[in-house]
């Protein structure tokens, strides 16, 4: 590109707010935190007991 031509580019920028992209910053990645398969059902509630209602509507573990 010649002068003229950058110089002309730049006054056009100025003249019309155009702003140029800054570069991005490189940001260190965040390691992912790895749950165990035990963690998992645990947080899911696998391994609570479990109620149902029986008869007369008193409450029954399974």
């Known amino acids: 590109?010649?002068?003229q031509?950058?110089?002309q580019l730049k006054r056009y920028k100025r003249?019309?707010?155009i702003q140029t992209p800054h570069p991005?910053?490189?940001t260190p990645k965040k390691?992912?935190?790895r749950m165990s398969?035990?963690?998992v059902e645990d947080l899911m509630g696998v391994?609570?007991?479990t109620y149902r209602?029986?008869?007369g509507g008193a409450m029954k573990q399974r």
């Open 1 to 3: 590109m010649s002068q």
């Open 5 to 7: 031509l950058r110089d």
């Open 15 to 17: 003249k019309n707010n």
């Open 24 to 26: 991005k910053k490189n």
């Open 31 to 33: 390691k992912k935190e």
């Open 37 to 39: 398969h035990r963690d």
């Open 47 to 49: 391994n609570r007991p």
């Open 53 to 55: 209602r029986g008869k």
